[in-house]
């Protein structure tokens, strides 16, 4: 089950090739994983584009039957929903992401492979989780936001939105897993002289997207469990009749909701400033400037979201915060506009496809950022906000600022991936049709939201005004099939026929145009140190660039990159392939049917499948402690990468313990006349928090043990902090049965569900960590464990600890502070 | 003068010949992409000097509508200046302070300008700054914490996907139309029997969403009198489409009037019209009673009161116009009308459906 | 260049020898959960006495404070580790307590104000 180091290539074979569809299944490697992304999105792409034009059509006229009301709630849920976590985020992260990282900054792959994979798997459970309804019971049809309380099973019973939690959830853990894994690449995994203002820019983009999804992940999660669980076990987190207010989910939803669309923005940024000095053969104008205004929008980027809810009646000071935040933001997006074009002007241009389409967002998504501007001003807002401006307004940011990006990422990447070129004529073919098709298409939206035309609607009025203005977007929206057409269709001829690339087609600055196209899977034969910022211009034309200007002048083409033919100088140690990615994602599908199906049988089944793989995952570790490093990457020393990646997952944790803490303290006196938070008993919790604190200090004493050698002590204190762990649970679980005596069900009231919820995920985390600790103490006792693996036992200790740490937040805000209120 | 301005200058002087004379493609592109929204504001400008749309926020009817008509307009003059500035800086740095791959100038490797990226950082900043004080201003302005002196305060229960009324201190009860005096402030208590709606009516105001377990409040003056269209703007299910309402500004006197038609009792059926008594009879009998409240004959309080529909211009929450003809249609088969539509289909003949519709157009 | 690359070496290493400079011996864990136990302890006083019960909430968040501190920086080992990783732990944790503030601002206005 170890790793084996590859043995020497004697040629540098292509990533794509080998394996056979087991290969596939089982694939670590970042640049497969990232094809097969790519190809996954690309279809869903289709399935978007068609339902778009299926809106398009049924909006041709007032009164038009061409879909039911029931079936066009559907499409336009579905479109939005496959849009933003089908497309635009797959091939964005999943796809370029995934394949350029390790090359832009000089490693041979993620920090987690295997998560990596995992990430792919659990995106195809959750994706096939929200088209399951074509087959049987009707697609998701409230939105891609979906409202509470539209989205309780009293109003909307079917299994559309049953789909639609399911999915999202998986899909959200798919993400976070991703987030992480590019976090703790980007920080870790940078070659030698690789510092961070040296990156490239998209690297910079992905690096701040990770942090943006690891913080705002969890709000959607916690939303979306609730939701759960007032659509399966019948509790009332958004039931008004119980108390409840639907504005609790807004709020969680648009905490994640806002920086969301940050996450599908910046990359695409990332891609235009890859992509505009390469063909303007000049370097991207104020790189400090850029990254700092990454930095600048992604931290403002959770202070807005209240922006989306200015109709709500949040009051006229959260008004006035939210739309100042709100403006704020234009202006690091503002400098990254004019840094673009500063960057073109002076440059010597090769107007390419990549180009055309690069040019064309930075002016697309201008207009899309100043409509923006008006959305901010809350009063101006009201009139805009639900209505066909707001449509405008997003998918000029979305389509074309994200799209257009990922278009010319697609034309500037693609012989990398592919080994392939495109045809350019095609690419300038699709070019104009989308300039036209989309402006087309969208901009009239501006005036239709102006003009009162509310969004959502399956139909419209004769007389209001709009039937012209609809007609031609609708027409529009046919050309921009068309456009989307031809990239097909240059995309499957390059496939089959295309042109083989060279390694450079482009006389690219950053690294992967250094290797062969497609790359081999080793990546980079020997990594040479990084002498600057556009570490490849460096390696051909030197610091200053002279000589390119020179041989630029003189007519030479650039010189051939180093290290395209050699091999490498020593073995190469790469992750082993592994099928447990994919049993996991299968397990959770099973876990998603078992619940919507409501066979508790197949929970358990799926559940039982997910926790054994993982563990299999764990043990497929090469030498735990004793990673070999790759002698040529120089990551930061004295910290080991998982470390760092339990510390990043441990940091989303505290965002979601947060959002299940805020909720509570919000919902706890809404008790419909029970006890309330006076059901609290503080002895016997004081008790079971002492015996938790304790664990703690026999979980240091385990490492320290382990960290000596002392095989002993390592056994003694490992049992004893699993057996305080389970006294503690036994604790929890003997609370939890009184208050059930006593009359406080799950679906009681507010308070009850509230403190069910936190307190048993809690709970949940602790049984986890039983389970983690009992694994590490079967190691130990079978003599697996011991010093070269110690550090083993200080993830799971860190795991632990904030467990505990989680705890003494709850025991102050829950317990102690029981007769405490806010609202 | 720095050494870009001076380089720029001296090629642009050199490029501008041959610019004039290329035809570049993607001259076209540009020119394209600047003129769209040109082309677009004159559709629009065309719209609006022709008739206005009836639900256009660009025409506004009361003192909210104004204020933030006003506000918009100040925010799109910035907004359009930056465009404008964004548009030449792309136009002149791809056609004109750039050569072509073949040409001869060599590129410049000028990667950072202090003043120039202090500009545009500064720049936005104090546009910012510009925006926020009157959008600042306008929030309080129109969220006054206590209703206006001499307001009329109107009760607004927004249901699916019909629209209820009732006008504190007289009793009156309506659906779907609400009528207003111009010139006073109105205040609406919105509140929800079921999920989130919002009340948008363009011409008089921003919308306000409705939302179940809380009441939010709308404060508006109307400036014009008028009959002015509105919809619910927050998706609600199946209708929601279908889910309009008319709001109807009158002068004072006539406001008073209408107020003193519908607070007094439903008009008595003349022995002449024998369609209506015999609706009334079926009305009477039938579990329409159960939902609908007509004052002296039924107490039904889960669908519009129909006390005085004849004095409603639509129908169905403003998807039909009120004609004996549409309402036998939507009594027939309001599913098919309104998709979702809470009410059933009584399975009654077209006679009586017909005597039903008579019946409920006498009810003035 | 080389002075790139020579500082981007020095702060790697030195890091890494910062990391196994301190390590704290089974005294000072012991030590922490006295601590940790005597903490407790003041906060079921702080809860028990009526007397105190004006200065229950500060005194409650301080020492909870002070006791997820201790278990972070000592039993979680961030006091002897690079700062990227209390770095990694803090951004988020700020984001949280932002998060936790703002939710119930604003539904502390959504009760009192419309009900």
């Not at chain 1, 930095?295 to 403002?300: G, P, R, T, W």
């Not at chain 2, 009528?179 to 509140?191: D, E, F, N, S, T």
Request: glycine fraction near 10%; proline fraction near 6%.
């Amino acid at each position: 089950m170890a790793a084996q180091p590859k043995p020497l290539p004697t040629e540098s074979a292509s990533y794509l090739r080998g394996g056979g569809l087991l290969g596939w299944l089982e694939t670590v490697d970042h640049k497969r994983i990232a094809v097969l992304y790519g190809a996954s999105a690309l279809v869903f792409m289709v399935i978007g584009g068609i339902e778009a034009m299926l809106i398009r059509v049924q909006l041709w006229s007032p009164g038009n039957g061409f879909l039911s009301a029931a079936v066009y709630n559907q499409i336009f849920t579905m479109h939005g929903t496959t849009m933003i976590f089908l497309v635009v985020m797959p091939l964005e992260l999943g796809a370029f992401g995934n394949f350029l990282i390790p090359l832009h900054i000089g490693a041979r792959d993620v920090a987690f492979p295997r998560i990596n994979a995992l990430s792919y798997w659990l995106f195809l459970t959750g994706a096939i989780f929200l088209h399951l309804g074509w087959l049987w019971g009707g697609l998701p049809n409230a939105g891609w936001f979906g409202y509470a309380n539209l989205t309780e099973r009293y109003f909307s019973p079917g299994l559309n939105l049953d789909y639609w939690v399911v999915g999202l959830l998986i899909l959200g853990v798919s993400t976070v897993l991703g987030g992480l894994n590019f976090f703790v690449t980007i920080v870790m995994m940078r070659a030698r002289g690789m510092t961070y203002m040296r990156m490239p820019m998209f690297a910079w983009a992905i690096l701040v997207s990770s942090v943006l999804i690891l913080i705002a992940f969890p709000p959607l999660t916690v939303g979306l469990i609730f939701l759960l669980m007032d659509r399966f076990f019948g509790t009332h987190f958004y039931v008004v009749a119980y108390g409840a207010t639907p504005i609790l989910w807004q709020h969680l939803f648009w905490l994640f909701g806002h920086p969301e669309v940050y996450v599908m923005a910046l990359p695409a940024f990332g891609m235009i400033s890859e992509i505009v000095p390469v063909f303007a053969r000049k370097p991207l104008f104020g790189y400090p400037m850029m990254a700092y205004s990454l930095s600048l929008i992604a931290f403002l980027s959770y202070g807005v979201w209240g922006h989306h809810m200015f109709a709500t009646g949040m009051g006229p000071v959260a008004d006035s915060a939210f739309a100042i935040t709100s403006m704020l933001i234009a202006i690091p997006t503002g400098i990254k506009i004019f840094s673009w074009i500063a960057t073109v002007w002076g440059g010597s241009l090769r107007m390419t496809a990549a180009f055309y389409f690069a040019l064309g967002m930075i002016l697309e998504f201008t207009i899309g950022g100043l409509s923006g501007v008006m959305h901010a001003s809350a009063p101006v807002d009201l009139q805009q906000t639900d209505s066909y401006f707001v449509v405008a307004h997003f998918h000029y940011v979305l389509f074309g600022g994200a799209m257009f990006a990922i278009i010319g990422a697609v034309y500037y990447w693609w012989p990398k991936i592919t080994g392939r070129m495109l045809d350019e004529r095609l690419g300038k073919l699709q070019f104009w049709l989308t300039v036209i098709g989309f402006n087309g298409t969208f901009f009239p939206m501006h005036f239709l939201g102006l003009w009162g035309m509310p969004r959502r609607i399956y139909t419209y009025g004769a007389g209001l005004g709009w039937t012209d203005l609809n007609r031609l977007e609708t027409v529009a929206a046919f050309i921009l099939g068309l456009a989307f057409l031809v990239m097909y269709v240059n995309l499957v001829r390059s496939a089959a026929a295309g042109a083989e690339a060279p390694a450079d087609p482009w006389d690219g600055r950053t690294l992967e145009w250094s290797i062969a196209s497609p790359p081999p899977s080793y990546n980079f034969a020997r990594m040479s140190e990084v002498r600057g910022r556009d570490a490849f211009w460096v390696q051909k034309y030197g610091r200053a660039g002279s000589r390119g200007v020179a041989m630029f002048m003189a007519g030479q083409a650039p010189p051939a990159p180093e290290s395209e033919r050699a091999a490498p100088a020593q073995p190469v140690h790469m992750p082993a392939p592994s099928i447990f990615p994919l049993m996991i994602a299968l397990g959770a599908g099973v876990m998603g049917a078992g619940l919507i199906i409501g066979w508790w049988r197949l929970i358990m089944i799926g559940a039982g499948a997910a926790i054994l793989a993982a563990i299999g995952i764990g043990f497929e570790y090469p030498a735990w402690g004793e990673e070999p490093r790759d002698p040529e990457s120089a990551a930061p020393g004295g910290v080991d990468v998982r470390k760092v990646g339990v510390w990043a997952f441990l940091g989303s944790e505290c965002v979601f313990f947060a959002s299940l803490i805020s909720t509570y303290i919000v919902y706890k006196s809404r008790n419909a006349g029970g006890p309330g938070a006076s059901i609290l008993e503080i002895p016997l919790t004081s008790f079971s928090t002492f015996v938790l604190l304790m664990s703690s200090l026999l979980m240091v004493l385990a490492l320290a043990a382990t960290q000596r050698g002392d095989r002993v002590w390592e056994r003694i204190w490992l049992v004893g902090v699993a057996v305080f762990g389970l006294v503690f649970l036994g604790g929890q679980a003997y609370e939890f049965t009184r208050f059930y005596r006593e009359g406080l069900a799950l679906q009681t009231d507010l308070f009850g569900q509230s403190f069910y919820t936190l307190v048993g995920f809690h709970g949940a985390h602790v049984a986890i960590g039983v389970l983690w600790l009992s694994v590490l103490a079967v190691a130990a006792f079978t003599g697996k464990l011991g010093k070269s693996r110690a550090l083993s036992v200080e993830l799971a200790g860190l795991y632990w600890h904030f467990v505990d740490v989680v705890w003494i937040v709850i025991f102050t805000l829950v317990y102690l502070m029981q007769q405490v209120t806010v609202a | 003068m720095t050494p870009l301005a001076r380089r720029t200058i001296r090629r642009a002087s050199g490029f501008l010949a041959s610019r004039t004379m290329t035809a570049e493609p993607f001259a076209r592109m540009n020119r394209l992409a600047a003129a769209a929204p040109l082309m677009a504001a004159a559709l629009a400008l065309a719209g609006c000097a022709a008739s206005e749309p009836p639900m256009t926020t660009l025409a506004p009817k009361s003192d909210l509508a104004q204020w933030i008509y006003d506000l918009m307009v100040e925010v799109t003059a910035w907004d359009a200046l930056i465009f404008l500035i964004v548009v030449v800086a792309f136009t002149l740095a791809v056609f004109f302070f750039s050569t072509r791959v073949g040409e001869a100038a060599p590129p410049s490797s000028v990667a950072s300008d202090l003043a120039l990226e202090a500009a545009w950082t500064i720049g936005p900043a104090l546009v910012v700054l510009m925006i926020s004080i009157p959008t600042v201003r306008t929030i309080f302005r129109s969220q006054p914490p206590v209703p206006p002196a001499g307001s009329l305060e109107v009760k607004v229960i927004a249901h699916q996907w019909w629209w209820e009324f009732h006008y504190a201190g007289s009793g009156i009860a309506t659906a779907n139309e609400l009528h207003i005096p111009v010139g006073r402030p109105i205040r609406l208590a919105l509140q929800s029997a079921d999920v989130i709606h919002s009340f948008w009516v363009p011409q008089l105001g921003g919308k306000r969403d409705v939302v179940p377990g809380q009441i939010n409040e709308l404060t508006l003056a109307a400036r014009v009198a008028g009959t002015y269209v509105g919809q619910c703007a927050e998706f609600c299910g199946l209708s929601h489409a279908n889910m309009r309402l008319r709001v109807i500004v009158e002068s004072p006197e006539q406001f008073a009037l209408w107020a003193k038609l519908q607070q007094a009792a439903p008009t008595a059926l003349s022995a002449a019209n024998a369609a209506a008594s015999d609706g009334a009879r079926i009305f009477a009998n039938s579990p329409c009673t159960t939902c609908h409240r007509i004052d002296g004959v039924s107490k039904g309080a889960l669908a519009p009161d129909l006390t005085h529909f004849a004095s409603r211009t639509t129908l169905a929450a403003g998807i039909l116009p009120n004609t004996p003809e549409s309402v036998a249609r939507w009594i027939a088969n309001p599913g098919a009308v309104k998709p979702g539509a809470q009410m059933p289909p009584l399975g009654l003949g077209a006679n009586q459906v017909s005597d039903l519709a008579a019946y409920l157009e006498s009810l003035k | 260049m080389s002075e790139a690359i020579g500082t981007v070496a020095a702060s790697t290493e030195q890091a890494g020898r910062e990391a196994h400079r301190a390590h704290p011996g089974a005294a000072v864990y012991v030590i922490v959960a006295v601590f940790l136990a005597a903490l407790t302890a003041m906060e079921l006083t702080v809860f028990y006495v009526s007397a105190l019960k004006a200065v229950l909430v500060p005194v409650l968040l301080i020492l909870a404070a002070a006791k997820f501190a201790m278990v972070a920086m000592f039993y979680m080992h961030l006091r002897y580790d690079s700062w990227l990783l209390s770095g990694v732990l803090i951004f988020p944790l700020i984001i949280a307590a932002l998060l936790l503030i703002s939710l119930l601002l604003l539904f502390a206005y959504l009760a009192h104000h419309i009900g």
